[in-house]
């Protein structure tokens, strides 16, 4: 498939190009295959984006998460993206790379 433009670190270089297609490809890349929680936290991701034009800290799709799967999931958000929540959750997301975290 043919990419949108990427950042020199694999990131979307505008969100708005992202499609679940490309979230695929992108997860694909990084050796995961997408669950429903996956897309559960991709989506809210999506529409935390939507609504503010940035990526959500982590801490919010934590609690979505919990909120949804209950208290014990409170760190499932890296059980299912291990390589860090930059790493992985807002890249096949189609964020940009924040530039203020410094780790995932």
Known sequence: MKLPDIDDEGYLVDPLTWTEEIAREFAS????QLTP??????????KWYDESQVAPDVRHVTKHLAERLGPESRNIIFELFPYGYVKQACKIAGMKRPRGWSTG
Request: glycine share 0%.
């Open 37 to 46: 929680d996956h897309w559960d936290a991709i989506n809210f991701m999506r």
């Open 29 to 32: 890349q990084e050796n995961i």
